[in-house]
């Protein structure tokens, strides 16, 4: 089992920035991707961003290229998502997973077996 604990939500004004953290604790791999995922009121879960554990390797929704950075420190099994200038359609509930086969369709919430319980977002106009 993997238990991930997201933290670093909160309001922020458009052209703002926040981190979020999620921290990994249980039977973590090397090989697993992380990914970050949102979904805003009324709509589907969506991906935002990923990371392959094993090579570093990244991997972003179109949406969010050039403003959200995924990055993550093995050593402390801590995922990190810097989101700068964020916009109010930025608002969601975003939410950390894993996957541990390290699936290349990493873009696919049903991929990913263990998820945090989310942290809001919301950005103000």
């Known amino acids: 089992q993997v238990q991930l604990v997201e933290s670093g939500g909160g309001l922020v004004q458009a052209g703002g920035s926040l981190r979020l953290s999620c921290a990994a604790s249980g039977r973590t791999s090397s090989s697993y991707v992380m990914g970050w995922f949102r979904q805003a009121p009324g709509k589907e879960r969506e991906f935002v961003t990923a990371?392959?554990?094993?090579?570093?390797?990244?991997y972003y929704a179109d949406s969010v290229k050039g403003r959200f950075t995924i990055s993550a420190d093995n050593a402390k099994n801590t995922v990190y998502l810097q989101m700068n200038s964020l916009k109010p359609e930025d608002t969601a509930v975003y939410y950390c997973?894993?996957?541990?086969?390290?699936?290349?369709?990493?873009?696919?919430?049903?991929?990913?077996?263990?998820w945090g319980q989310g942290t809001q977002v919301t950005v103000s106009s």
């Open positions: 990371i392959r554990r094993s090579s570093g390797n990244t």
């Open positions: 997973a894993a996957d541990p086969s390290g699936s290349y369709d990493y873009t696919r919430w049903y991929e990913y077996d263990y």
